[in-house]
C-alpha cells in the first residue's frame, strides 16, 4: 500500500470527504508542484466530473471596493441554506497592512466552528494581480471536493480579473461609489469580464449615481456571450442591504450560462488557457537551462553568431524537437 501521505493517497481521502487531506494537497499544489503534478490531471477530472455541482463565483473589483465584506455577507446567507462555501483568496491588502485574512476574520466572527466554510489564500507570488497558476490547481481541488460555492476573491490590478474570470463559471465585479472606477474598470478589461456588476456601500452618497454610470457602460459592452447586458445592482455588505438575493441571481445567471452552451464554452477557454499557461511555464524552465542562451549572456555581442531572431528560432527548434 501507498504511504498515506502520498499526493495519490491524499487525493483518494479527499475525495472520500477528508478535510486534512484536502488542506495537504492545497499545500502540495502551492508549495510542491513537482510532487502535485503527476495528480493534477486526476483533480481537473474530478472537478469536472462534478461539472456545474460547485458554482465558481469569481469576486473581483478595485481595491478596498468591499470584495472581502460581500464574501462575508455572502457566508452567512449560504450557510442560512445549509448550502456549503469555499473561499480561495489572494488577499494583498491584508500582507500589506498586517491585518488578519478574511478567513481568519469571519472566523472570529463565528461562534462555533463551522465544517460548512473552507478557506484558503492563494499565494500571489510572481503572478500579475489576482490568481496565481496554483490558483487554478487549488480551484480544482476545492471543487473536487464538493462545497456548493467557491468564491474567489481577486483583486482588480490587471491580469488578476482575466484570470479569475477563466478560472470561474460566473464573475462578479464588485465597485464602490465615486474615484472614476467605472473608467478604470474599462480600461483593465474588467467590463468585458463581469456577468454582474456590484454598486457596493450603496449606504454611502453617490451610490445611485455610481450604478447609473455604470448601467450605461454596460450597455455598450455587453458580457462575453451573454444575450443580454449585464445586471448592475445596488448593494451594501454593511447593512445587509441587497444582499440576501445576490446568491441567487448569481445561481441563476450559471443556470442561464449552462442552458445557452456559454458554460462549457467557458469551461473549454479554461482548459485551453490552462494548457497555453502549462506550456509557458515549461517553455520557461527549459529556457532557464538553456546552454544558448547562457553562452549569450558570457559572450561579447560581437562574438554572438546571428541576429535575436535567428538565435530564438535555432533554441526554438531544438526545445521544440
Ligand atoms: N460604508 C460601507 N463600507 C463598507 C461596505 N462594505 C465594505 N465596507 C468597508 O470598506 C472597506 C474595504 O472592505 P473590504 O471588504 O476589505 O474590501 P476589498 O474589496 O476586499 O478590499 P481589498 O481586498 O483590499 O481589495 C472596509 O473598511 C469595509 O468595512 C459597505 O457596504 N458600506
Ligand atoms: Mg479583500
Known amino acids: 500500500m501507498a504511504p498515506v501521505d502520498e ?12 478535510r486534512r487531506a484536502l488542506a495537504r494537497l492545497l499545500s502540495l499544489a502551492e508549495s510542491e508542484p513537482a510532487r502535485f503534478d503527476p495528480i493534477a490531471d486526476r483533480v481537473a477530472a474530478a472537478a469536472h466530473a462534478r461539472a456545474g455541482k460547485t458554482l465558481r463565483v469569481g469576486i473581483t473589483g478595485p481595491g478596498g471596493a468591499g470584495k472581502s465584506s460581500l464574501i462575508d455577507a ?13 473561499v480561495l483568496a489572494t488577499d494583498p491588502s491584508s500582507e500589506r497592512s498586517g491585518g488578519a485574512l478574511l478567513g481568519d476574520r469571519v472566523r472570529l466572527a463565528q461562534e462555533a466552528p463551522d465544517d460548512g466554510v473552507y478557506f484558503r489564500s492563494v499565494a500571489t507570488r510572481g503572478a500579475a494581480g489576482g ?64 456577468d454582474l456588476f456590484c454598486v457596493n456601500k450603496a449606504d454611502l452618497p453617490g451610490a445611485d449615481a455610481a450604478a447609473a454610470t455604470l448601467r450605461s457602460v454596460v450597455e455598450l459592452a455587453p458580457a462575453r456571450g451573454a444575450a443580454q447586458p449585464a445586471p448592475v445592482v445596488l448593494v451594501s455588505a454593511t447593512t445587509g442591504s441587497g444582499v440576501a438575493e445576490l446568491p441567487a441571481r448569481v445561481r441563476a445567471l450559471g ?18 488557457r490552462r494548457v497555453r499557461h502549462l506550456l ?36 526554438a527548434a531544438r526545445l521544440l524537437r
Not at 255 to 272: D, H, N, T, V
Not at 281 to 293: G, H, S, V, Y
Open 7 to 18: 499526493p495519490a493517497a491524499l487525493l483518494d481521502r479527499m475525495l472520500g470527504g477528508d
Open 280 to 315: 509557458q511555464r515549461d517553455f520557461e524552465r527549459r529556457l532557464r537551462d538553456d546552454a544558448t542562451l547562457a553562452r549569450l549572456r558570457a559572450e561579447t555581442p560581437a562574438a554572438a553568431s546571428g541576429g535575436p531572431r535567428r538565435i530564438a528560432a535555432e533554441i
Open 74 to 86: 455572502w457566508i452567512k446567507v449560504a450557510r442560512a441554506r445549509q448550502e456549503t462555501v469555499a
Open 255 to 272: 443556470q442561464e450560462k449552462i442552458a445557452s452552451g456559454e458554460a462549457e464554452r467557458r469551461r473549454r477557454a479554461r482548459l485551453e
Open 131 to 194: 490568481l496565481a497558476h496554483t490558483g487554478f490547481d487549488q480551484a480544482d481541488l476545492l471543487d473536487a471536493f464538493g462545497f456548493d460555492w467557491l468564491l474567489v476573491e481577486a483583486v482588480g490590478a490587471g491580469q488578476g480579473e482575466i484570470e479569475v474570470s477563466f478560472a470561474c463559471d460566473v464573475t462578479v465585479v464588485v465597485f464602490a461609489p465615486g474615484g472614476g472606477d467605472a473608467v478604470q474598470a474599462l480600461k483593465a478589461g474588467l467590463m468585458e469580464v463581469g
